[in-house]
Structures are given as structure tokens and as C-alpha cells.
């Protein structure tokens, strides 16, 4: 299904150095934030999107590529990968573990989990992992883009992951959109009965701020969305602004409760990163 999209993992951003505030953390930008001063250089743009590509690239696709030892759940260990970022790859002598956590903590999409020392990516696999130790996704209704080709065959066959291991779900249809959009102009969108598939123990966990991962979803759970006027619509989960308030302080992406609204200083430069 999501054929060519995880070659693109580029974060490419343009005003998206990293910096450190020593009162509010890391932040991407020039400035924090929360208090709007200039911290702590850590990376350029350049540097950021150079080693995001990294990442990605080696905690999802190629970690044999450095040499990097990958645990059965898709863990590795920080020291380990930036020694291997620093023999493997030229112009990285400058890094160091706290730039990887920089990077991990500020993902806008929440790409990544950090544990004691370890990092992961939470999904775009095509390396074989277990990720049943993710959270439980919270909510009922999920939704992926399918192009006019591909729509009867799933809503008959089902969703089977294609080039990844697992199947990567949205959480509106917004977001199923958006994604649907790096492959076809139009997408059709399926909507998922997450409530029925858990009466019936489908495990689907929330990977991402808006992704959500499962082996697999059987035909029975799976519509299509046919009011295309609901598309249109541009309030969604991620813009209710109270959720904000309910989970003060929290920084690592991927233990949101909820999808946080972002600043809309970010907003604008959104478009150009990967889909997923
Ligand atoms: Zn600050």
C-alpha cells in the first residue's frame, strides 16, 4: 500500500535548527517557544536533516548498514548508534548522544521513543520488529487513503502491510488524506471499526502522534467513507486546544495521550515533511 513512501523520511524543514533553552529543553526553530529566547545552538537545518535521515534510515530500513545491533522490539542503544554514525558515516565527529535525544524528543510526528539509554522508531519498519509493547490506541474510529485501483480489493481482502511489517493507520480523516496525498492526487478513504475489531481482541497501537499501527485488519472492519464532504472539514482531534491543557509539560512524543496541538509557528512548514 504504501509503496515508495518510506524512502522519503526526510525531515526537511527550513527554519527547523535545533536549539536548547535551559529553562524549557530542546526546540526546533531559532528561538523557544515557550519564552522566546535564543538558546543553546545544537544543529543547523542541514546537520538536523542530514541525521534525521540517518535515523530513520538505520532504526527503520538498514541498521546492518552501520553495523548497529537492533533488539527484537527495534531498540538500539544511543552510544552504540553514534559511535557507529561516527566510524560509519564522514562529518558527524561532532556528534554526541544528547543530539540524537534532541532530535528524538522535538520530532513533530513522534517518529521515535527514547528509554533509558535506548531509542527506537515506533513505525515505518521494514525491518522485522515487535511492536506490541506500544500503547493500546485510544480511540475507536481510524481511517487509510486507497487509491481507486486498490479500494475493492482491500474492502474485500482486508489490510495486509505491503512493504512494512506492520499496517499504518490514521486517526481522521484528515490525516488518512494527507497521507493518501503523497501517492495519488484523489485519495478514497477507508474508515476502520476500531471498536468492533477490539470486541474481538485486533490489538492496534498508537505508534506515532498520528499513527497508529496493526498486523493486520480484516475485511469485516473495514467501510468507505463515502460523505467526501466530512474531507472538507478542518477541525479534527489535533486541534482541540483543551488537550493541550490536560498534559502540561509532557515532552516525548509518543506518550501523548493525545495528539497535542502544535504551535502555528510549525504549522505552516509542515507540508514538506514525510507523509507518515
Ligand atoms: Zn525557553
Known amino acids: 500500500m504504501n509503496t515508495k513512501t518510506y524512502t522519503c523520511y526526510a525531515i526537511t524543514e527550513l527554519g527547523n535548527m535545533l536549539g536548547k533553552c535551559d529553562e524549557h529543553g530542546y526546540y526546533r526553530g531559532e528561538t ?10 545544537l544543529m543547523s537545518d ?3 536533516d542530514s541525521l534525521g535521515r540517518i535515523m530513520a534510515g538505520v532504526l527503520r530500513h538498514f541498521p546492518e548498514k552501520l553495523g548497529v545491533n537492533v533488539d527484537g522490539h527495534g531498540w538500539v542503544d544511543i552510544s552504540a548508534f553514534v559511535d557507529a554514525v561516527g566510524i560509519g558515516r564522514s562529518g558527524f565527529n561532532w556528534l554526541r548522544e544528547f543530539h540524537v535525544e ?7 510526528k513522534g517518529r521515535y521513543q527514547i528509554d533509558g539509554g535506548m531509542i527506537r522508531a515506533t513505525y515505518g519498519h521494514t525491518i522485522d520488529v515487535r511492536l506490541d509493547d506500544l500503547p493500546a490506541a485510544e480511540i475507536d474510529a481510524f481511517y487509510y487513503p486507497v487509491t481507486e485501483e486498490e479500494i475493492d480489493i482491500i474492502l474485500e481482502g482486508g489490510l495486509n502491510p505491503i512493504d512494512r511489517k506492520y499496517v499504518h493507520l490514521s ?7 494527507e497521507a493518501g496525498k503523497v501517492r495519488t492526487q484523489d485519495p478514497l478513504i ?3 471499526d476500531g471498536a468492533k475489531a477490539k470486541e474481538d481482541n485486533v490489538m492496534i497501537y498508537h ?8 498486523e493486520r485488519i480484516d475485511a469485516k472492519y473495514i467501510s468507505k467513507v463515502t460523505d467526501q464532504s466530512i474531507v472538507e ?11 493541550e491543557e490536560q498534559s502540561p509539560g509532557e515532552e516525548q512524543p509518543n506518550v501523548d495521550k493525545k495528539p497535542k496541538k502544535r504551535k502555528s509557528t510549525k504549522k505552516k512548514t509542515k507540508k514538506s515533511e514525510e507523509k507518515d
Open 190 to 192: 477507508l474508515r476502520i
Open 207 to 214: 505508534a506515532g502522534k498520528d499513527v497508529y499501527v496493526t
Open 102 to 108: 534532541a532530535i528524538a524528543l522535538t520530532d513533530q
Open 46 to 48: 542541514r546537520e538536523l
Open 171 to 177: 486517526g481522521s480523516i484528515e490525516k488518512a488524506v
Open 32 to 41: 523557544c517557544p515557550v519564552c522566546n529566547k535564543k538558546g543553546k545552538f
Open 233 to 243: 472539514q478542518p477541525v479534527s482531534v489535533e486541534e482541540q486546544p483543551s488537550v
